[in-house]
């Protein structure tokens, strides 16, 4: 494994380095041995993964240390952040040469654990593992994990949970919120620690007239092209404050997240969430909040006669967002349901079937799977409103005559899962974990790094739907 230290050369007012805290009785959870081999493990370190993923173990060419960052929560300034419960043990090079950051989570306390015991649960970690793998395998940019362990170690929340720790992989940790930080608390840092930025993740904007705004536009591009990967395979993150979302768009920290089954924009998947504005059909718009708020944190790199200027010229680079974030949400949209994306009409007939879905709440991947079989009898007999139904396949028919259908449809085959991650399917298996029984989590594992094509030796008839109508959804809760 190739190891780096990049973050350490900055500021040590950006982090603490310690050692993180070991989980007493740690016992293997899983492994992502593919994952493990990207990263260039050595044979060894797979050999002794458990201790690597449960803090007994780290790397002697790097010192771990915890982030400090800060941030708006829920839309409100949060002041003081940090990595309360996890540690920086990595960061290595990739086969591809991508820097990736190996990053301990409930590791224990640090100086940024405020109220917290630095520690985490097993049922989080489990939803946090399977999610990032689930993502990366649905081709949405996302951090994903070598591997968790469980414990013999208690951890008290709403009761006594079995403790758990995670190693995650992301290519960045460097949140919005590391610039609301620095501006508020060490202003002096930030012309260096922007600079960084762009040598370690945007180096193609180095030669741009202005590598600042290349950078910022950048980094609005890719958390709009983000936002509309999550739109369009129905994922909820459940709680986008600005130091949940990194400079690289992809997909970070999992809290009380969800995959859309039954089509609800307006869903909240967080019962924490009580005004809705982190639900589903938001994203677009916190995204585009966040990213208001960060290049804010960027006009002080401007000479004082150059301020109005640049915040002009900052401004227009957030313009980057809504266009970027509609175009890459129109282009899937029509390949998820077999329409030409040149076509004047394809659009408006791909929402007119989300219109469908919602006011029949039918489910979101299941339908489009339908809609790709051709199964159109399937659909309208879900349908209460079947005449909606009859005029949408008549559009939708008159659009793909003449069209080079086998195409669409390969597409559509690429575009549509078959599998989700849905609550019930994640309840089951951590039930079973939390009886030392990690048989479910593997099934899903899985079944998830194939989710867009048809397993039926793993699957099982509760993958393939949402809860019967009659059953109440299983929230979730930030507490982890």
């Not at 620690?193 to 202005?210: G, K, R, S």
């Not at 313009?319 to 282009?331: G, I, N, Q, S, V």
């Not at 005449?387 to 559509?412: C, H, N, P, V, W």
Request: a negative charge.
């Amino acid at each position: 494994m190739h190891i780096i230290s990049q973050y350490p050369t900055l500021d040590a007012r950006l982090y603490h380095q310690q050692q993180p805290s070991p989980l007493m009785g740690a016992k293997a959870g899983h492994f992502n041995q593919a994952l493990a081999e990207q990263l260039q493990w050595s044979a060894a370190d797979q050999a002794q993964w458990v201790e690597i993923c449960s803090g007994q173990q780290t790397f002697p060419e790097f010192t771990p240390l915890a982030m400090v960052y800060a941030g708006h929560q829920f839309g409100q300034w949060a002041g003081q952040l940090g990595d309360g419960r996890g540690v920086l043990i990595a960061q290595v090079i990739q086969t591809d040469g991508q820097t990736t950051d190996l990053h301990l989570k409930g590791a224990g306390k640090t100086p940024y654990s405020r109220m917290g015991d630095g520690r985490a649960v097993l049922r989080s970690v489990i939803r946090e593992y399977l999610a990032g793998h689930a993502l990366t395998a649905l081709g949405v940019p996302s951090s994903n994990a070598v591997g968790f362990t469980s414990s013999t170690q208690a951890v008290q929340r709403e009761q006594r949970e079995p403790g758990a720790m995670m190693l995650r992989s992301s290519d960045c940790h460097i949140r919005l919120g590391h610039f609301e930080w620095i501006n508020q608390y060490a202003p002096d840092l930030l012309k260096d620690f922007v600079d960084h930025c762009i040598t370690w993740h945007y180096p193609a904007c180095l030669t741009a007239e202005q590598p600042v705004l290349a950078f910022a536009q950048q980094v609005i591009q890719r958390t709009a092209i983000m936002i509309a990967k999550w739109q369009l395979c129905g994922f909820a993150h459940g709680v986008m404050n600005t130091d949940n979302l990194n400079i690289t768009g992809s997909t970070l920290d999992f809290g009380p997240y969800g995959f859309m089954e039954r089509f609800r924009p307006s869903w909240i998947n967080n019962h924490s969430d009580h005004t809705g504005r982190y639900s589903y059909k938001q994203q677009p718009s916190i995204g585009h909040w966040n990213l208001w708020v960060w290049v804010n944190n960027l006009i002080p790199l401007a000479a004082a006669d150059e301020k109005e200027s640049f915040k002009k010229d900052l401004v227009a680079c957030l313009a980057h967002f809504e266009p970027t974030f509609l175009e890459h949400y129109r282009l899937g949209l029509c390949e998820k349901i077999g329409l030409p994306d040149f076509h004047k009409d394809s659009f408006d007939c791909a929402m007119a079937f989300l219109n469908i879905l919602q006011s029949e709440q039918l489910d979101y991947s299941q339908s489009f799977i339908l809609l790709q079989q051709q199964h159109y009898q399937k659909l309208k007999d879900d349908c209460l409103n079947t005449r909606a139904f009859d005029e949408f396949l008549i559009q939708y028919q008159q659009i793909r005559s003449g069209q080079d259908t086998a195409t669409l449809d390969a597409k559509m085959q690429q575009v549509n899962p078959v599998y989700i991650l849905r609550n019930h399917m994640l309840q089951t298996a951590i039930e079973l974990a939390e009886q030392d029984d990690f048989s479910e989590v593997d099934r899903l594992f899985q079944l998830l790094s194939q989710p867009y094509t048809r397993q039926a030796d793993l699957e099982r008839a509760a993958d393939l739907a949402p809860l019967p109508s009659d059953q109440p959804e299983i929230m979730v809760s930030c507490s982890s």
